[in-house]
């Protein structure tokens, strides 16, 4: 039996590939930027996109080291009321903690902001949307499934 999700978690890179679509013209959007783009596309009038607060926290993060830090804040700020920032609580840091845990007793290793943006996709019942090969330790673990896609590659 399948399991039903209740949309996606686009990934900070995911959301970079489309972001990139917004300041280029076609012709030089890469091969990933292009099919993350037409996915987004056609997914975003279902409402069943979004991001995690520490993938919203990354995007403002890269905004303030940026040149064009305004700009790029207003670019955004526009893009989260397209996929907005889920909450992470409580419930997404215990979900973390057994990521992390879990890792580390198989030996594996990942990033702290990518362990709560997969904590946070596991939460709210979300498929990971992501092209990060560190993510693919979460592979490793059979206590806690977290489904991943990749949307930058060809299907």
Known sequence: MTEQYDGY????NSCVYYLNTWRKKKIKWSPEE???FEIIERLKK???LYMSEAT?????FGAE???????????FRKFKEVVPALSVDGEVWEIFAKIKATLQRKGKSMDD???LIA???KKYNLVLVTNDADMDN???MTEIYIAKENWAKDR
Not at 65 to 75: F, G, H, P, V
């Open 9 to 12: 978690l686009l990934d900070t």
């Open 34 to 36: 292009k099919l993350v």
């Open 46 to 48: 279902d409402k069943t």
């Open 56 to 60: 919203w926290g990354e995007l403002v």
């Open 65 to 75: 080291k940026s040149q064009n830090r305004e700009k790029n804040l207003a670019k």
């Open 113 to 115: 902001m990518d362990i």
């Open 119 to 121: 904590a946070t996709a």
């Open 138 to 140: 979460l592979d490793y």
